[in-house]
């Protein structure tokens, strides 16, 4: 099956934008998570998992973990801030997915590039950001391979005030796709040695990826943390709608967390800092 974008453990990052003086500078903990997603982004089957999964953030003045990766701060202003960031993703065989059948399986993943963040609006507990990431990706096996580049220019809204749900954060993100033929290629493409009556061969182009956005909700406890979130994809439109692979044009991918906080700092985040 095709990379399974942010997976629990990634998703125990989920969180918003608040003061870091108020939080510790590293919290972690281990909590259970559930998730139901499309098999890949235009897939017709489903994956649901019930999983363990580790829950770590660091709030650093220059390096930070949280939901959004791994990332450095390179300069940071009131108005526009440079980070490198760190994703990765995870595979499973091919032949899993009834689509797949018979083709290579998929290495997972590690994609990471500088993103471009411009601060648009800042009121009190809420900031709404112009996010531009680039990113490359790498196969991780024993010889990696270039798998190509993503463009994911997005709007984030944070807030730690939800109406109606006292405590909780919450953020929704939204924005289009953009990635390279070789990004395309690595998941849609369909070797002559690979077609099939019903899997003609095809060769992915670069270029539109569809549209993405995501709703999140998260509270912080005396001693564990909660979250969930909602994505939904579009494909309608993408270089790559003409794929075999792609049995849909939309896909929901859902999922809950619950997180027991073992240990944190006793050293709180630098004041004057925000988190994600």
Known sequence: MPPIRYLPAAFLFVSCAVSAADLPL???????????LPDYRGADTRTNRVLPAPYFVYRGERLRADRNGIRTEMFETDRASLEL??????ARSGTDTPARRGMESLRPLVEFGPAL????????????DLRLPVRTAYT?????????WLFAPNLLLRSDRVPGLAGWRGSVQAGPQFATRAYHDYVYSVGTTEALPDRPAYAAPGGYSGMQATV????????????????????RGAAFIDSPLVR????TTAGIAVAWILGTSQRNAAAGDTVD
């Open 117 to 128: 963040n411009l601060h648009v609006w800042r009121a009190g507990g809420t900031a709404l």
């Open 26 to 36: 590293w919290e972690v903990g281990l909590g259970a998570a559930a998730i139901s």
């Open 248 to 251: 849909q044009q939309a896909g």
């Open 216 to 235: 999140t909700l998260s509270k912080r406890f005396a001693n564990a943390w909660a979250g969930a979130y909602v994505r939904q994809d579009w494909l």
């Open 85 to 90: 960031s760190l994703n990765a993703t995870l």
């Open 140 to 148: 991780v096996q024993s010889s990696p391979r270039h798998a190509g």
